[in-house]
């Protein structure tokens, strides 16, 4: 589920393409917190999302700048 700003800034496909990232779940396998938020680095953007009842949710998505 990505978050109501992240619909509206992102491409089609760059949604797609981070639909099926966080769909395999790229937390640290040691790691089970439905609370925290995590964020990793994709095509020159820092996201951030939350796992929760094996529910994925992207709370953002921004450019980084120089990216």
Do not use: C, W
């Amino acid at each position: 589920t990505f978050s109501e700003d992240v619909r509206n800034m992102r491409a089609e496909k760059e949604m797609a393409d981070l639909r099926g990232i966080i769909s395999q779940d790229p937390r640290p396998h040691y790691q089970d917190d439905e609370e925290r938020i995590y964020a990793m680095e994709y095509d020159g953007m820092e996201v951030k999302f939350r796992i929760k009842e094996d529910n994925a949710y992207v709370i953002s998505a921004r450019r980084q700048h120089g990216k």
